[in-house]
């Protein structure tokens, strides 16, 4: 071999070798390359593993905290509404072993579900150590704790969660969630992963099937609650890289087969096929973690902060009924979807996190779905990724579909009224106040307007609560007096009402370190309590006068029956002294018109009570509003001018008979109300006068009630009309009367006015649309002659009424005769040949008007007279009563002239 040829085949080995350097220098630095993103994918994979993992075991937490508040002094905790909360939520977490109700004395009555957990029933739980250490934290602290791992009852290692409910600041009850941690936990766990998780440094669950690569070993310890929970993940040998330390000799016999030309392609091909098979098992590994979070119910998101762009995954887009492949990866894509009154929101959140003030970034926002309704998410983030100089270039976080818990909670307030709670602590050693987000809501203020001082909290308090507020306050920081106290506070939107407790934490020395309280706004139950008492005030006046209505029916009732006897005595001797052949002096005449004047103004208060006393719910009809008024008049004219009260009546339409449609008994109740309150208004002024004025305007009655009354300001004109408003002293008045006024006016299609000025009196207008009018005509019927022919039948048990009406009516021309009830008239009707007209009383003993109507109305052997019933009674409207069944009504006291035009109408038929 000659020396050329040495050193030509050495350049060649040198070259095989340099090349087979270079290939294996490649190979290193691209399998280091491939390491380190296969390290930072399953990092950022276990990263999301524990994300899912702890918002399971909290999720559940947060579900029986709010099983527990809402019960929060619940006198009688009702076992079928824990049964209907308990089966909502095993139902819909399914991640619980059982749900328990444990008493006072933490024995455990109420399970759900039975089946399967009998053993737990009767159990105590402060008799064993692990429960009791969290049935201390959760009396002491008042939430929801976690025990230590246990061997639960019904089997298995698994651990409790006990949540209190509070009964007047006494402990009257235990909500226990029961957790088997197999249950829970492998359902979310990826079987190609090696997970430990443990409480308390004290393991509760493993998976262990494969073996694993601890060199991308990750461990991850959150606090939740009373407890530190740490998750272990490590990666199985699936989802690695197989060893490359075989790989160099593949590439090595490559070189030497294939020779030059070969080793690039073999080179690929490995490449490649190593590439295809971690790709393989990295989609298998995304589909166990898909099916995690699809179990979970969340949707990811990554936000690239240098770019802001942003990465949305096909179940964030789903929840919005979006394609994700059809939507931007861009932050707008997220901000044009949230409710314009959210996103101001949920961005100071995230500014928290960013600024250290909170260990992650958490909002319930509402977003746009595409079909147009608002859904509510639970948005939840952290940073994922940092630049070499620690700051943050990615967040990464979860979104949550929470609108079903929405719905949960608005149908549950129509069975509990939803009470708004604050949170609030006080430190007394730095004197600083602290609140959470729902007490700014509750006083309506700005965070930046509250300097965290106790003083800065009474500043909204009422002045008349105020020394109140900060006495008991400072009572219970001294002394073992609890602060519980209710009071009022000014806001924005007007007055509120909180009720505040407080429960003071001491040191050894009994010297108080720390306050946790509670604010809850009971404005709703305070106002409707105070509308309650005053209903009952109303429903007690109201009471009254309905009573003493009762007593004017009675007493006008025995008034009406002798007033009848007088006048009707009065009229026939008037009638009779007024004959030419009398020989009367005129002295007596003068004496009975005096007689007559005197009983007309009972007559007339009388009336006016029948009037008024027609129910409220009467028939809608024609009436004469002047009447109507004068009626109103009789009644209160005597009884003012005892007071030097003058009421004046200026009727500007007494020449026409003018209508309106509606209820009478509603109209004199208008005027009724309007008169007392001008009487109450004049009553302290030194003129003392009432102005009622009655004008037609452009086919509408114009009524006017003027006082000479204090007046009322302006700025009252318009509250007068509210219910249960008054501008009278205490005890004085309802505040409903005008209330009442204007709606009774409203169904009459009318309008009230108010003209009022201070120490100038009041002016009440009233306007009511017109139904017909006509011209009066004065008309004259003469009963003085025996004209009417006719046999008349009257009955009555009042005898001195048959005998005077007995005179009238045979003075009249008429044939009569007589009983003295229902019975004895029944059977002069079917013993007289004919009988064509019957006037009866409608109460008598025996058979009473109505029966007595009904028997002759079936008798079918004997022709129908007419009938006419009569009354001394004010609260009997014979009109609407007896319509269609009568030919008539005589209301007692009554005049010869309206008799005369009665029967002459009815026989004249």
Same mark, same amino acid.
Request: proline letters at 2%.
């Given at each position: ?17 340099? &090349? ?47 099983? +527990? ?23 819909? *977490? ?113 998976? @262990? ?42 590439? *090595? /016999? ?55 762009? /942003? ?95 929405? $719905? ?137 006068? +309905? ?50 004047? +005197? ?93 009622? @004025? ?52 409203? $169904? ?26 006509? $011209? ?18 009257? /009955? ?40 064509? &007209? ?7 003993? /025996? ?5 007595? &109507? ?27 009563? *007896? ?27």
């Amino acid at each position: 071999m000659s020396k050329i040829s040495f050193i030509s085949k050495k350049a060649f080995f040198i070259k095989v070798l340099l &090349l087979l350097l270079l290939i294996l220098g490649v190979r290193f630095y691209l399998e280091k390359e491939e390491s380190e993103k296969i390290k930072r994918n399953l990092t950022f994979q276990q990263e999301q593993y524990v994300n899912v993992l702890y918002e399971s075991i909290n999720q559940t937490l947060l579900a029986l905290d709010r099983m +527990a508040s809402r019960h929060l002094g619940t006198e009688n905790y009702l076992f079928q509404l824990w049964k209907s909360d308990a089966e909502n939520y095993y139902d819909h *977490f399914q991640t619980f072993q059982a749900i328990e109700w444990a008493n006072s004395e933490t024995k455990i009555e109420w399970i759900y579900p039975t089946e399967g957990n009998e053993s737990a029933i009767g159990l105590i739980l402060n008799k064993e150590g692990r429960r009791d250490l969290a049935l201390s934290y959760a009396k002491k602290y008042q939430k929801g704790a976690i025990t230590k791992p246990l061997t639960l009852v019904q089997g298995g290692l698994g651990f409790l969660t006990i949540h209190p409910t509070f009964k007047d600041n006494q402990t009257s009850g235990y909500i226990v969630g029961v957790f088997k941690a197999k249950r829970i936990l492998s359902k979310f766990v990826d079987e190609n992963f090696y997970v430990d998780v443990s409480i308390d440094n004290e393991s509760v669950f493993k998976q @262990i099937k494969k073996e694993h690569h601890k060199k991308y070993f990750t461990k991850k310890t959150i606090p939740i609650r009373n407890t530190e929970w740490t998750f272990s993940v490590i990666p199985s040998t699936v989802v690695m890289e197989k060893s490359g330390r075989t790989y160099w000799i593949r590439h *090595f /016999v490559y070189f030497v087969v294939f020779l030059f030309g070969f080793l690039f392609l073999a080179y690929q091909h490995r490449n490649r096929s190593k590439e295809i098979e971690l790709e393989s098992d990295l989609i298998q590994s995304n589909q166990y973690r898909d099916l995690a979070l699809e179990g979970a119910g969340l949707g990811i998101w990554d936000w690239y902060l240098k770019t802001n762009e /942003v990465k949305f995954d096909r179940r964030w887009a789903e929840m919005l009924g979006l394609d994700v492949n059809a939507i931007d990866m861009e932050l707008s894509t997220w901000e044009d979807r949230v409710h314009p009154e959210d996103l101001q929101s949920a961005y100071d959140d995230i500014k928290l996190y960013m600024d250290g003030k909170t260990d992650r970034y958490e909002n319930i926002h509402r977003m746009k779905h595409a079909d147009g309704h608002w859904v509510y998410i639970l948005d939840r983030g952290r940073f994922s990724d940092f630049d070499d100089e620690g700051n943050p270039i990615r967040f990464t976080g979860t979104h949550m579909d929470v609108t079903a818990r929405k $719905e949960i909670a608005r149908d549950l307030s129509l069975i509990l009224e939803n009470v708004a709670v604050g949170i609030w602590s006080y430190d007394p050693l730095s004197k600083t106040l602290s609140w959470d987000k729902s007490m700014f809501h509750i006083y309506e203020l700005d965070p930046n307007d509250f300097d965290n001082t106790f003083e800065s909290c009474l500043r909204n308090v009422d002045l008349e609560d105020r020394d109140r507020v900060e006495k008991e306050f400072n009572q219970s920081l001294m002394t073992d007096h609890q602060f519980d106290i209710k009071f009022k506070i000014k806001t924005k939107s007007g007055d509120k009402f909180i009720r505040a407790k407080a429960f003071v934490e001491r040191d050894n020395a009994k010297k108080p370190i720390l306050v946790n309280g509670v604010s809850i706004d009971v404005t709703k139950e305070t106002r409707a309590i105070n509308k309650a008492n005053e209903q009952i005030k109303i429903a007690q006046h109201q009471a009254k006068l +309905a009573s003493l209505g009762e007593l004017a029916a009675g007493v006008g009732h025995e008034i009406n029956n002798p007033l009848t006897i007088i006048k009707g005595y009065i009229d026939t001797l008037k009638r009779r002294s007024k004959k030419e052949d009398s020989g009367v002096d005129q002295k007596f005449i003068m004496y009975l018109e005096k007689i007559d004047e +005197a009983s007309t103004r009972i007559e007339n208060i009388v009336g006016g009570l029948r009037t008024f006393s027609i129910s409220d719910d009467a028939e809608m009809d024609l009436f004469d509003p002047v009447i109507a008024i004068d009626s109103c008049l009789n009644m209160t004219r005597e009884i003012y001018s005892n007071q030097d009260i003058d009421i004046n009546f200026n009727n500007k339409i007494e020449h026409k008979e003018l209508l309106l449609y509606g209820s009478s008994g509603k109209f004199q109740q208008i005027i009724m109300n309007l008169l007392k309150n001008a009487k109450d208004a004049v009553l302290k002024s030194s003129k003392k006068q009432i102005d009622i @004025i009655c004008n037609e305007n452009h086919g509408h009655l114009e009524v006017i009630i003027k006082d000479t009354g204090k007046g009322i300001p302006k700025e009252l004109h318009e509250k007068i009309f509210d219910p249960f408003f008054t501008t009278k002293d205490v005890n004085e008045g309802t505040g409903i009367g005008l209330s009442l006024a204007q709606n009774f006016i409203r $169904e009459m299609n009318g309008e009230i006015t108010i003209s009022s000025e201070l120490n100038e009196g009041t002016q009440i207008s009233l306007n009511f649309p017109i139904n017909s009018t006509q $011209e009066k005509v004065e008309t004259s019927t003469s009963s003085d002659g025996g004209n009417l022919k006719g046999k008349v039948l009257i /009955v009555d048990d009042e005898s001195h009424i048959l005998e005077l009406l007995k005179i009238v009516l045979e003075d009249f021309g008429l044939d009569v005769v007589s009983a003295e009830n229902g019975k004895e008239g029944l059977d002069l009707f079917l013993s007289e040949e004919k009988i064509d &007209l019957i006037i009866s009383d409608v109460k008598m003993p /025996v058979m009473d008007g109505p029966s007595f &109507l009904n028997a002759i109305k079936e008798n079918d052997q004997k022709t129908k007279p007419k009938f006419i019933f009569m009354t001394g009674g004010v609260d009997l409207d014979l009109g609407k009563e *007896f319509k269609n069944q009568i030919d008539g009504y005589i209301y007692k006291p009554f005049e010869d002239e309206s008799i005369y035009d009665m029967i002459e109408k009815c026989l004249g038929e």
